[in-house]
Each structure stands twice: as C-alpha cells, then as structure tokens.
C-alpha cells in the first residue's frame, strides 16, 4: 500500500512535467506551421512562381512538422501508458480494500453467530433453571402437603 502511495506521489509531478512538456511541444508546432506557411507563400522565381529551392524550403518545415507531430504523438502515448498504470494501481489498491472489507465481514459474521450460539445457549440454560425450579417447588408443596396430612392425622386419631 505504501508501495502504491509512494509512485502515485511521484507520478503526480511527473505527469504535471509531462502535460507541460506537451503544451510547449505544441506551441513548437504551432511555431513550425507558421514557418512552414510563410515558406509555402514565399515565391522567388520568375514571374512571381515558386522555385525548387522554395518547394524544398517547405518540405523541410513540413519534414519538421511530421517529427515534432510524432513526438507529440509518443508523449501522448507516454502520458496514456501512465495513466493505464495510474488506474492500475488504483484498481489494485481498491480490490485490496474489498478484499480486506470482505474478510473483516466474514470475521463479523463469524462473530456474530458464536454469540447467536451462546444466546440460544444461555436460554436453553435458562429454561433449564426453570423448570428444576418449578419441580422442586411442586416437589415441596407436595411434600409439605403430605407431612401436613400425616401431621393431621396423628392429631385426629
């Protein structure tokens, strides 16, 4: 887990870092097709037509634009695969609280059945209690009964 927090705490500049690295590599390209629109209106031949070292010219700048456009384009791949790890970990990270989540449930449940079990113990224990004392309450009232009448009955003969 601190595995986890520590990269997420070194990704989040990194990916600040990146996400101004490509802000600034589109600004160069922004500046390229600028370059390369000037070079495309430039006409220095003849009669006002474009010359072969104007075409030339603008195949360079638009050479420039496709290499800066790739390298956007692997910082856009870049900044994807951090993000894919990103929720990598995330997910990781949130499967692991579930799973910890589900244990301590099961703990829970667990738990919760040992006492359901000591309840219905303690009442069966109660019920028991019970009924010895109400036998031994009938046992005595009838014993008591009986000596009151052999008691009796002495006295009356």
Do not use: C
Not at 39 to 61: A, H, L, P, Q
Not at 87 to 96: A, H, M, P, R, S
């Amino acid at each position: 887990m601190k595995k986890y927090l520590l990269l997420v705490l070194l990704i989040i500049p990194f990916n600040m870092y990146a996400q101004a690295k490509l802000e600034k590599m589109l600004d160069e390209r922004q500046s390229l097709h600028q370059q390369w629109q000037k070079s495309e209106s430039k006409k220095s031949g003849i009669f006002g037509n474009r010359t072969k070292k104007d075409m030339i010219e603008t195949n360079g700048w638009m050479s420039r634009i496709i290499q800066k456009d790739n390298q956007i384009m692997d910082e856009l791949k870049m900044l994807g695969e951090i993000e894919k790890t990103e929720i990598t970990y995330e997910k990781n990270d949130y499967k692991f609280i579930s799973q910890k989540q589900e244990r301590e449930i099961a703990t829970l449940k667990r738990a919760l059945q040992e006492k359901d079990g000591q309840i219905v113990e303690r009442k069966s224990d109660k019920r028991t209690y019970e009924w010895t004392t109400f036998i031994f309450f009938l046992s005595t009232l009838t014993l008591g009964y009986l000596y009151w009448k052999k008691v009796k009955g002495k006295f009356t003969n």
